[in-house]
Every structure is written in C-alpha cells, then in structure tokens.
C-alpha cells in the first residue's frame, strides 16, 4: 500500500495508491468523512471500502483532504477539497490512460465531494456513496444525476434519517437510463460501528452485478 505525495492546489496531498495489474484497469478514488471532525483516509469506513475495490481489481487511491495529516493547506468547507480530489483523479488516471471505467466513493463528507466531482467529470461512470449528509449539505446541484450508484445508509443513522436519504433520491433520479439504489442497513448508525461487514458485503453486491464493477474473488478484504 505505498505512499504517494503528490502536488495539489494548496501544496502537497498525502495518497495511499494501489496500481491495478494491467494498464486497462479499472479506476476508483475514495474520499474520507468531514476533516474537520477528526476525518482522514485512515477513517475504517474509507479505509475498508479502497481494500474492497482492490481486491476487485481496481487500481484505487484515497488521500487526506488539505490539513489533514501530512496534506498542506486548511479546510475551505468543501470548495478546497473538491480541488483536491480533482487532483487526486487526474493523477489517478494518468497511471492508467487506457482506462475506461471510473469509480469515485465517500463517506459522509466525502460522499458529498464525491458526487460534486461526478458531475463535473463524466468520464465517472459509476459512485458509492456512504451515508450522504443528505441533512446538513445541499445535493441539488444533482438534479439530475448523471450516473448511476449505490447509496447506503444505516437504519439507525442518527445524523440523517432514512427518509431524506430517499427524499433525495426521488429529487435526483430524473435521468434517463440512470438508477440510483438505495440500501438500509438494519441497525446501523451513521458510522456502521457495528455494522461495517453488512455495508461492504451491500458494496461487493452492487460491485458484482454492474457491468463495470470487476469481476473478482467474492471475498472481501478486512477493513
């Protein structure tokens, strides 16, 4: 899982990149929760799903947002940080210019920067997000959606009930030939505490039953 220091918008960014093993690989970024309540890329919810598009096959990369870790720069609320991880997936995709399947995930925080860097980048072509702040930060600038994905959302999720999730949803799958899913874990916070082994197996399905999700080992990595 080597280190990775590369240049962004506000200095340097501290990545964890693993290559995929031909130059057509796949591609997929994750992003980490709110970096100003203690969220990095070791954060166990972004840290399981980047082991679980490895072990697909994906060549993968999460990093810590600007003033997280070794990662220059302050938190601009989320204008910063989408620059970032734009850097972060023109890097990645320039270690694998014959790519022509692109994935970007987030949790919390993340899954908000995630979805703003989809639409400004279509060669996405597919997300994961994990309880989306569907509460405290705005999504209308999906409307619609350009791509299709996997929400996940614990039952118990104390930050932001189900029903906005879906209110959501409902808001942003307007376009044509796009499906947005939606899966509840039963039980589950907003974190998965207990529940982080249901959220990546509700990952992996999704994952095996996209045309563009790998076709590997059913087994997925220990976060």
Known sequence: MPEVIINGPAGRLECRYMP?????????????????????????????????????????????????????????????????????????????????VCWI??????????????????????????????????????????ASGLIIQGAENEAVPPSRVRALVDKISKQKGVTIDIDTVKGANNFFSTHLDEAMLSVANYLERTDNGQNMPNSIADG
């Open 105 to 146: 995930s987030g949790f919390s925080f993340g899954s908000w920067i995630a979805m703003q860097l989809m639409m400004r980048r279509p060669e996405i072509t597919g997300f994961i997000c994990l309880s989306p702040p569907a509460a405290t930060h705005d999504f209308t600038f999906l409307a619609p959606c350009p």
């Open 20 to 100: 995929g093993a031909t130059n057509d690989s796949p591609t997929a970024l994750v992003l980490h929760p709110e970096p100003d309540k203690g969220g990095t890329m070791n954060n166990r919810v972004t840290f399981a799903t980047y082991k679980l598009f490895q072990a697909r096959g994906f060549a993968v990369m999460r990093f810590n947002f600007r003033g997280v870790g070794k990662s220059q720069g302050s938190y601009e609320q989320g204008e910063g940080e989408l620059s970032d991880a734009a850097t972060a997936i023109d890097w990645l995709q320039t270690q694998f210019p014959s790519s022509n």
